[in-house]
């Protein structure tokens, strides 16, 4: 997977720039639509208490109680809008001409970074979630992989199924012809020795 990573990378690397760029707004907008949703629900309530609070007689038992509510719901509603300001400040600085440059050259540096031995495999993670829209693994014969990049490119490609872990770990049946046939005539160590000479005539090819 990482060769084919950093094969894609080399052509396209503006292309996925762009993409991260894409997918960072995106994320961005929809986090300030929620914020702003919050803050809209926090005036509401806000706006709530005030008013029940002015309905009621001062001199009501319950007066002191709304008028804590209407307290309480007001600091709320400074403490979202204090976030919602610091933010959006911080998102900003994500969208601006100093960040798009920083991008796009981590785009043209990426197999640079994918094979620095102190970005990890949660890091790696990350850049493929930004760099690929989703994988497809049909297993047959052979295992096709199709995969959707961002900014719109596609790639299939096929690979050799893995055999199964019980096939690789079995002797070979050449191997246990040659024990059988040397359990007639020698010892566990005197087969242990020749097995040991064959492993490494083979080694030694």
Known sequence: MSALLLEAMAPAAIDVALAVQQEIT????????????????????AALARRRYLKVDPDCLVADALEADWNARLRDLDALQ?????????????????????????????????????????????????????VTLLVEEQVNIHIRWRGGRTQSLSVTRPRPMSVIRKT???VVALMNELLETANDQQIAARLNELAASQLAR
């Open 26 to 45: 995106q994320r961005v907008e929809e986090a300030a639509a929620l914020r702003g949703t919050q803050l809209q629900r926090a005036r509401y309530e």
């Open 82 to 134: 204090r976030e919602h300001d610091r933010q959006n400040e911080a998102d900003r600085s994500l969208l601006d001409e100093p960040a798009q440059k920083r991008i796009r050259a981590l785009a043209a540096d990426f197999p640079r970074i994918w094979n620095d031995e102190r970005t990890g495999a949660v890091e790696r993670k990350r850049m493929l979630g930004l760099l690929i829209e989703d």
């Open 172 to 174: 070979p049946a050449q």
